[in-house]
């Protein structure tokens, strides 16, 4: 047996280790699991190039509970260690790098945003262990090793009797680590950072039942095996070749990684690149509807299989954080901070990678299947009207496939809507009006005056849809948005004709005063129009430009400084061919004048849903008494 000081120029690295890495200590498991991992991997290489002459077989990793002894054992069956080794890696490498880690990160905060501590390795186990030992027998024809550390720079390393291949970790739990000698504790953190790990990883047994013979007798019992439970899947759909996987092979994957998700993905994007760098994953786009909601069931990233965190801000674009699914790359740095990350060349390529990929998908699923896309386009609209916006190289593949639904369920392309609209929407200048609604039902009287016209009506009802807008505006020179309420129908198209009015400049004076005395001028701005004397005779609409500033400044970015918080403001359109704008002027009792200007009001208002409460109310009461 020898005895040995760790050479260390800290001291009391152990307390350190501990106290440092004490809000993420559950990651020792991880860490010693990856490890066994590695070595397993490594002898299956060196086997497969004939370095290693002995039998790979079928190993796998086993996680084992003493609770009565408080220890906590996690075995491998891969390449093993002599005492040199063993002295050199575990003495040497591996507490300078624990010395480096610290080193590097000690002023730090706990959470000064590393995402990942790949590396620390073997001695996060003194995170939770106050003492550990190894028993390790090389594929080499050495003698096993057995190492001991109480968490001082102090060792012991002697012969051990173990046969079998591969490394045996002891971890004797310390106090105030019990937790982990608790099994559930344990299935949590395997389901967690193991369950996709490449080699199988053995947590107890399980009880299978054994199919029924054919030929079995009426009275037969159902025979029973113990069997290792494996709780891991080694060979998730991610690292599989794409032609190799049916759409029911990614649907199940979705709920393996999801198995409080019922319902099914919409679709589904393969990622696998080796050049210029290596990154496998799958990203399903699940239902979504108009509201942003706040999303549990995020995307995971791994490394190597080996899960690091579903933080993936940065990595993946933020337009797709809304989506599921797993990024697996060996290439991402995972002991740097989040802006670090950001500035990363490798990180900006794989980001870069992934919107042409989601964008050259969605592109082919348009293609194929026009009529499908269609159907799910309100549950993917606003991952891809955020991409539009967020990301430039999204922006001009858009085209492809981004859709511009009417209210009658028809869908544009941009292109297309140019071409389909260009006849009859296009203003006495030149310029392609698109007139849409946000709300079908709210705005339904503006809509319909619209489609008597032969004018088609988008519906656009996300949240972000005026910071799209204007985009598109500024893009596209000639063509303009403009909400189906924001004005009158003649003034939103104009075109060259006019309509005279049969009101004399002197009686419009005189109308617009009488009004101006009656309605909220901190509402409403009053004007007089000519129009059809069978249009509404009072129409209230919402100047284009106040509306949009107003939304975009509501939902973030754009905007006028503080619009989000001015009040309403309104244009109350008076058509001076109607005959009620005639029988106002010519009321001469001045309290019946004043009911018909805000019974008149108070319609208007209710055909754009403005009417509520107290005004309702009265409103509905002064109706009965109307009809008495």
């Not at 060996?330 to 901070?337: F, K, Q």
């Not at 754009?558 to 010519?586: H, Q």
Request: net charge negative; charged share 30%; with cysteine.
């Amino acid at each position: 047996m020898t005895t040995g000081k760790i050479n260390v120029s800290v001291e009391n690295i152990f307390p350190l280790i501990k106290k440092f890495l004490y809000s993420d200590h559950e990651i020792f498991l991880r860490e010693l699991i990856s490890n066994g991992t590695d070595a397993t991997l490594k002898l299956k290489h060196l086997t497969s190039i004939g370095e290693a002459k002995v039998e790979y077989g079928n190993p796998i990793i086993e996680i084992k509970i003493d609770k009565e002894g408080k220890k906590l054992h996690i075995i491998d069956q891969g390449l093993g260690m002599t005492a040199d080794e063993v002295e050199k890696y575990i003495n040497q490498v591996a507490f300078s790098g624990a010395e480096e880690f610290l080193d590097k990160y000690k002023d730090s905060a706990k959470d000064s945003g590393i995402i990942g501590h790949f590396g620390l390795g073997f001695y996060s186990a003194f995170m939770v262990a106050e003492k550990v030992e190894i028993i390790t027998k090389s594929f080499k024809d050495e003698p096993a090793a057995h190492w001991t550390c109480d968490g001082s720079p102090e060792f012991t390393l002697e012969p051990a009797d173990k046969t079998t291949r591969g490394t045996e970790i002891i971890l004797h739990i310390a106090e105030d680590s019990l937790e982990f000698l608790e099994e559930f504790k344990i299935r949590e953190l395997l389901n967690k950072y193991n369950k996709f790990m490449p080699i199988p990883i053995k947590f107890g047994t399980k009880t299978e039942t054994l199919t029924k013979p054919e030929d079995a007798p009426e009275d037969y019992k159902p025979e029973t095996i113990e069997v290792d439970n494996i709780i891991n899947n080694p060979n998730p759909a991610w690292t599989k070749i794409p032609t190799d996987l049916t759409d029911e092979d990614y649907k199940k994957f979705y709920h393996e990684l999801y198995p409080m998700q019922f319902e099914e993905p919409l679709f589904h994007i393969h990622l696998n690149v080796d050049y210029p760098f290596n990154l496998t994953g799958i990203l399903y786009f699940p239902k979504l509807g108009a509201d942003l909601q706040i999303q549990k069931d995020k995307i995971q990233l791994y490394q190597n299989q080996v899960y690091v965190t579903d933080n993936v801000e940065g990595i993946v674009p933020e337009f797709l954080m809304m989506l599921r699914g797993v990024v697996d790359s060996p290439d991402i740095p995972l002991n740097v901070s989040r802006s670090g990350l950001q500035a990363d060349s490798a990180v900006k390529k794989i980001s870069n990678y992934i919107t042409r990929k989601v964008a050259d998908k969605l592109k082919s699923l348009f293609n194929e299947n026009r009529e499908d896309f269609e159907k799910k386009w309100n549950d993917i609209k606003i991952v891809l009207e955020y991409g539009m916006l967020s990301e430039d190289k999204f922006y001009e593949k858009a085209g492809a496939f981004v859709l511009y639904p009417t209210v009658d369920d028809k869908f544009f392309t941009l292109d297309e809507l140019k071409e389909n609209l260009k006849d009859k929407q296009t203003d006495k200048d030149g310029k392609l009006v698109v007139l849409y609604a946000g709300n079908k039902e709210a705005q339904h009287s503006y809509i319909e005056i619209a489609k008597e016209k032969g004018y088609e009506v988008l519906l656009l009802d996300s949240p972000i849809i005026s910071h799209l807008i204007q985009k598109i505006e500024g893009d596209n020179k000639d063509l303009t948005f403009v909400r189906v309420d924001s004005d009158h129908i003649d003034n939103l198209i104009k075109k060259e004709e006019t309509t005279i009015s049969k009101l004399s400049e002197e009686e419009q004076t005189s109308l617009k005063t009488v009004l101006e005395t009656i309605v909220p001028k901190q509402n409403y701005s009053v004007q007089l129009e000519a129009m059809d004397s069978q249009a509404a005779p009072f129409i209230i609409t919402q100047p284009e430009f106040m509306r949009r500033m107003k939304e975009m400044s509501q939902s973030g970015g754009g905007g006028m400084f503080g619009m989000g918080n001015m009040p309403e403001m309104y244009n109350l359109v008076v058509n001076t061919n109607s005959d009620l704008a005639t029988t106002i002027l010519n009321t001469e009792d001045k309290s019946a004048q004043e009911s018909l200007v805000k019974q008149a009001l108070d319609l208007a208002k209710l055909s754009q849903n403005l009417l509520k409460g107290e005004a309702l109310t009265a409103f509905v009461k002064r109706s009965f008494d109307l009809i008495k």
